[in-house]
């Protein structure tokens, strides 16, 4: 599963398993997935892929994580990209609805936004990755949900 860009309104994601590409509006993703009533906060489930119906999730870097071990690399780029989109959708208040019932407060949810210093170094052309060498262009077609 991997996000290519982030905008502020949208967000351009590949299926893992189909390799359709597609737009997602920032407006139809929230924070938490829910497993009886338990609601894990550090996961984004995305729509299912409009082709093959896949459904894949996101999952913010943990508290503590350690550096990754080759920055730079597509691995970490997509992770700065995971945890930004994780942060945006906390700070618009798109949150499951137990958490928003439960009265889970934004600042109880741990989020790791994008300091401007990465930003710069990381992502001076926009908040966007080019897919890594190597991976399969199959499926190329872009949908709009």
């Known amino acids: 599963m991997a996000i290519h860009e982030v905008t502020a309104e949208n967000v351009f994601q590949r299926c893992v398993r189909c390799g359709t590409g597609n737009r997602l509006s920032l ?39 350690p550096e990754h071990p080759a920055p730079g690399s597509f691995g970490h780029l997509h992770g700065l990209l995971v945890d930004h989109l994780h942060a945006e959708l906390v700070q618009r208040g798109r949150l499951h609805t137990t958490l928003k019932h ?16 990465a930003r710069e170094r990381w992502f001076p052309q926009g908040l966007r990755i080019e897919r890594p060498p190597g991976e399969s262009h199959r499926g190329s077609d872009v949908s709009s949900q």
């Open 102 to 117: 439960r009265g889970e407060s934004t600042r109880q949810i741990v989020v790791r936004p994008l300091t401007q210093e």
């Open 27 to 65: 407006d139809s993703l929230e924070v938490g997935v829910a497993r009886r009533e338990n609601v894990d906060d550090s996961l984004v489930q995305l729509p299912p892929c409009p082709s093959c119906r896949s459904t894949e999730f996101l999952i913010r870097a943990a508290e503590g994580e």
